[in-house]
């Protein structure tokens, strides 16, 4: 089976926009967990996961919001 590869064009301006594959990996976690905390989420439960955006199927997250989630974990 051949992998696809989609490329998501960066608008000018804006900060690029991370895949899932891309945030599990900076965060250390599986892919699977980042679908589940977005499913808990769907189901109104407290949030468990860095916000992310919907662009029609696709999942994506802007770096700030991973930064900001990794900043709010942090325990000093």
């Given amino acids: 089976m051949t992998k696809k590869t989609v490329t998501v064009p960066v608008i000018p301006d ?4 991370m895949n899932e594959h ?8 599986r892919v699977g967990l980042l ?11 407290r949030s468990r996961g860095p ?3 919907k662009l029609g ?9 991973i930064d900001r989630y990794i900043d709010e974990c ?3």
Avoid at 22 to 29: N, P
Avoid at 36 to 42: A, C, I, Q, T
Avoid at 57 to 65: A, G
């Fill in 35 to 45: 679908r589940e905390w977005r499913y808990l989420d769907s189901k109104g439960s």
């Fill in 14 to 17: 804006r900060e690029p926009l």
């Fill in 51 to 53: 916000k992310y955006l």
């Fill in 74 to 76: 942090s325990r000093i």
């Fill in 57 to 65: 199927r696709l999942v994506r997250y802007r770096q700030s919001e």
């Fill in 22 to 29: 891309e945030v599990a990996a900076r965060l250390g976690v």
